[in-house]
């Protein structure tokens, strides 16, 4: 049950896809793109096993586009051919344009990011102490500065932060601080807010990306800051750099943006590899590019399109493509440590994320299997993902060691109410209900949150936890904690549920 109300998606039937061809390498494109055919395969096989109905790619070398390509159809009757100049909602990944013009209002003295935020808008809702930097670190949450908690809403603050220092609205800013500058085209974008709701194509974000690395958007020691990760009050590494997620993977610095929309309407990607001026831009008409593979703790690794980009561009020999095994192969496990033994590159996170590819399918058997396999071979790490995974894996050692897991990630961000949720959850499979109340009652007392839809429906989500622990030896507390659930107005399929356990007290 608690996978079931964490995962909120629909299962998508796609019939009759039809690839279509990548743009062809240019005789004068480096040697490593004269081999789009492997990345072709591992798109649509991802395609296929995520039942994604469409989606396009484009990348971008050292300020040129090196090449793009779409694949599968666009939803609705007549499926048209899913297309590099499909319009789509970016969803968050308009967090990172955001960013930008954010910078660029710091470049002309309009804006300072140790400045509080009500000393711009004195009507928002927030400590004093709420500077913008925590919006943009994702930090204004619990313990201002110390933890960093993905919040949305609290990001969809800086478009009032950021019309109020350039004078006019968000939608003019980005045209004039991004589109007009990029050669981008202005599609209407009603939702449009500083986190999300920006309409484009996958062409245009490669105009976008293509700027970045002509410098035409920002100076380079701005554009070196989306490069750097911020770092805790306390002077840890925060999973974010300004606006943009920054971490590295297998040596390599990664700095990047997701996008999650609506179930059915659309996904988003965009990894850029500063060092090597490399960038890739992903537009899915499905939110799955991203939702099985817990984007918003942090870690692209994760991400098995971003993985097999890597891997193709960044860790092979120029037209030498690291090929991947078949995902459900029999032998893969022997399959990696043969690839290992050739070449520099650890399959441990690709890996992990077919298992979550599998999770998500509910083929839990093969998830496990996979999981097993680097649970055998890699040293093990406390890891968000593999902690959030482990709900759904059946044995008892994955959870008791989840569990262990949960502690250290605790330990390390005390107020991530993901990881509460999750442990929390972990704990009660476990029958540990003393220790499980703690955690659902932790989330329910967190200071400092947004009173938004999310923040309600983590309150829901405790207080059904705490029912059901509740329910035989508390009836009485039980009972509050399902009027409470009931009275917050939160469906998500809980609503019923906790209206037949009332019931049953009566």
């Given at each position: 049950?608690?996978?079931?109300?964490?995962?909120?998606?629909?299962?998508?039937?796609?019939?009759?896809?039809?690839?279509?061809?990548?743009?062809?390498?240019?005789?004068?494109?480096?040697?490593?793109?004269?081999?789009?055919?492997?990345?072709?395969?591992?798109?649509?096989?991802?395609?296929?096993?995520?039942?994604?109905?469409?989606?396009?790619?484009?990348?971008?070398?050292?300020?040129?586009?090196?090449?793009?390509?779409?694949?599968?159809?666009?939803?609705?009757?007549?499926?048209?051919?899913?297309?590099?100049?499909?319009?789509?909602?970016?969803?968050?990944?308009?967090?990172?344009l955001t960013a930008v013009v954010a910078l660029r209002l710091i470049e002309v003295g309009q804006l300072d990011l140790d400045t509080s935020v009500r000393l711009y808008t004195p009507d928002l809702a927030l400590p004093d102490d709420v500077h913008v930097r925590h919006l943009l670190t994702h930090t204004s949450k619990g313990r201002i500065g110390a933890e960093y908690v993905y919040g949305t809403n609290r990001y969809a603050m800086l478009q009032d932060v950021i019309e109020a220092t350039g004078r006019m609205s968000f939608d003019e800013l980005v045209r004039q601080y991004i589109l007009d500058r990029a050669g981008m085209e202005p599609y209407p974008s009603p939702a449009l807010g500083a986190h999300a709701?920006?309409?484009?194509?996958?062409?245009?974000?490669?105009?976008?990306?293509?700027?970045?690395?002509?410098?035409?958007?920002?100076?380079?020691?701005?554009?070196?800051?989306?490069?750097?990760?911020?770092?805790?009050?306390?002077?840890?590494?925060?999973?974010?750099?300004?606006?943009?997620?920054?971490?590295?993977?297998?040596?390599?610095?990664?700095?990047?943006?997701?996008?999650?929309?609506?179930?059915?309407?659309?996904?988003?990607?965009?990894?850029?590899?500063?060092?090597?001026?490399?960038?890739?831009?992903?537009?899915?008409?499905?939110?799955?590019?991203?939702?099985?593979?817990?984007?918003?703790?942090?870690?692209?690794?994760?991400?098995?399109?971003?993985?097999?980009?890597?891997?193709?561009?960044?860790?092979?020999?120029?037209?030498?493509?690291?090929?991947?095994?078949?995902?459900?192969?029999?032998?893969?496990?022997?399959?990696?440590?043969?690839?290992?033994?050739?070449?520099?590159?650890?399959?441990?996170?690709?890996?992990?994320?077919?298992?979550?590819?599998?999770?998500?399918?509910?083929?839990?058997?093969?998830?496990?299997?996979?999981?097993?396999?680097?649970?055998?071979?890699?040293?093990?790490?406390?890891?968000?993902?593999?902690?959030?995974?482990?709900?759904?894996?059946?044995?008892?050692?994955?959870?008791?060691?989840?569990?262990?897991?949960?502690?250290?990630?605790?330990?390390?961000?005390?107020?991530?109410?993901?990881?509460?949720?999750?442990?929390?959850?972990?704990?009660?499979?476990?029958?540990?209900?003393?220790?499980?109340?703690?955690?659902?009652?932790?989330?329910?007392?967190?200071?400092?949150?947004?009173?938004?839809?999310?923040?309600?429906?983590?309150?829901?989500?405790?207080?059904?936890?705490?029912?059901?622990?509740?329910?035989?030896?508390?009836?009485?507390?039980?009972?509050?904690?399902?009027?409470?659930?009931?009275?917050?107005?939160?469906?998500?399929?809980?609503?019923?549920?906790?209206?037949?356990?009332?019931?049953?007290?009566?």
């Amino acid at each position: 049950m608690a996978w079931q109300a964490l995962r909120r998606s629909s299962r998508l039937t796609v019939l009759g896809l039809r690839p279509r061809a990548l743009a062809i390498a240019r005789p004068d494109m480096p040697c490593r793109f004269r081999t789009p055919r492997v990345f072709k395969e591992e798109l649509t096989d991802l395609q296929g096993a995520l039942a994604i109905p469409g989606l396009a790619y484009v990348i971008v070398e050292d300020g040129r586009v090196l090449g793009s390509g779409a694949l599968g159809v666009e939803r609705g009757e007549e499926g048209a051919p899913f297309a590099v100049d499909t319009q789509l909602r970016i969803a968050s990944v308009t967090k990172a344009l955001t960013a930008v013009v954010a910078l660029r209002l710091i470049e002309v003295g309009q804006l300072d990011l140790d400045t509080s935020v009500r000393l711009y808008t004195p009507d928002l809702a927030l400590p004093d102490d709420v500077h913008v930097r925590h919006l943009l670190t994702h930090t204004s949450k619990g313990r201002i500065g110390a933890e960093y908690v993905y919040g949305t809403n609290r990001y969809a603050m800086l478009q009032d932060v950021i019309e109020a220092t350039g004078r006019m609205s968000f939608d003019e800013l980005v045209r004039q601080y991004i589109l007009d500058r990029a050669g981008m085209e202005p599609y209407p974008s009603p939702a449009l807010g500083a986190h999300a709701g920006m309409v484009s194509t996958t062409r245009d974000m490669g105009k976008f990306l293509v700027a970045l690395d002509r410098g035409e958007l920002l100076k380079s020691a701005s554009l070196a800051q989306l490069d750097v990760p911020s770092r805790s009050t306390t002077g840890e590494p925060l999973p974010v750099s300004l606006g943009w997620f920054s971490q590295t993977a297998q040596g390599e610095r990664l700095v990047w943006s997701f996008g999650q929309d609506d179930p059915e309407h659309s996904g988003a990607l965009l990894l850029r590899v500063p060092e090597r001026k490399l960038s890739l831009f992903i537009l899915a008409n499905s939110n799955v590019l991203s939702d099985p593979f817990r984007l918003l703790m942090g870690d692209i690794s994760k991400s098995p399109f971003a993985m097999s980009f890597l891997r193709l561009f960044v860790f092979s020999q120029p037209g030498q493509p690291l090929e991947r095994p078949m995902r459900g192969a029999s032998d893969i496990g022997n399959r990696v440590v043969s690839l290992e033994a050739a070449a520099r590159y650890s399959w441990a996170d690709e890996m992990l994320s077919w298992g979550l590819i599998d999770l998500w399918n509910g083929d839990v058997a093969e998830g496990q299997r996979k999981f097993d396999i680097v649970r055998a071979r890699y040293p093990h790490e406390a890891d968000a993902v593999v902690h959030f995974a482990a709900l759904r894996l059946p044995g008892a050692l994955d959870k008791d060691q989840a569990i262990q897991d949960g502690e250290q990630l605790l330990v390390d961000h005390p107020a991530n109410r993901w990881v509460l949720l999750v442990q929390g959850y972990l704990l009660q499979q476990r029958e540990r209900t003393a220790e499980a109340s703690r955690h659902f009652q932790t989330i329910l007392d967190l200071p400092n949150q947004e009173p938004d839809f999310v923040h309600r429906l983590f309150q829901a989500w405790s207080w059904m936890a705490l029912a059901q622990m509740s329910m035989k030896d508390e009836p009485e507390q039980a009972r509050v904690y399902l009027n409470q659930l009931i009275a917050s107005g939160i469906e998500d399929g809980m609503l019923d549920e906790a209206k037949r356990m009332l019931a049953s007290l009566d």
